[in-house]
């Protein structure tokens, strides 16, 4: 088993920053890559950004690129997302994922809340 677990969220003004991590302790060697998604209320939980472990290649949902950053400490075990910029349609609860081979993301932390004001 994997477990993640977030941190970083809070309560940020509109062009605020905010900065997320996700810690990964367990059976680590399984993940190949972590991505982060957000849900905000009464939506469908969206893909964010995902990077791979073993050579930090990130990827984002296009319309987040350049105002969001994602990285890895491979001696920490911790993948960071770096959010810049923000605006009020970034506010939900961000969740981390560990992919396994096969492109399934099989492990969840429990999500951080981020709130932007206007």
């Known amino acids: 088993q994997v477990q993640l677990v977030e941190s970083g969220g809070g309560l940020v003004q509109a062009g605020g920053s905010l900065r997320l991590s996700c810690a990964a302790s367990?059976?680590?060697?399984?993940?190949?890559?972590v991505g982060w998604f957000r849900q905000a209320p009464g939506k469908e939980r969206d893909f964010v950004a995902h990077i791979t472990w073993s050579d930090g290649v990130p990827y984002y949902r296009d319309s987040l690129k350049g105002r969001f950053t994602v990285s890895r400490d491979n001696a920490k075990n911790t993948v960071y997302l770096q959010m810049n910029s923000l605006r009020p349609e970034d506010t939900a609860i961000y969740s981390c994922a560990g992919q396994v081979l096969g492109g399934k993301y099989a492990y969840w932390g429990q999500g951080t809340q981020v709130t932007v004001s206007s």
């Open positions: 367990g059976r680590t060697l399984s993940v190949v890559a």
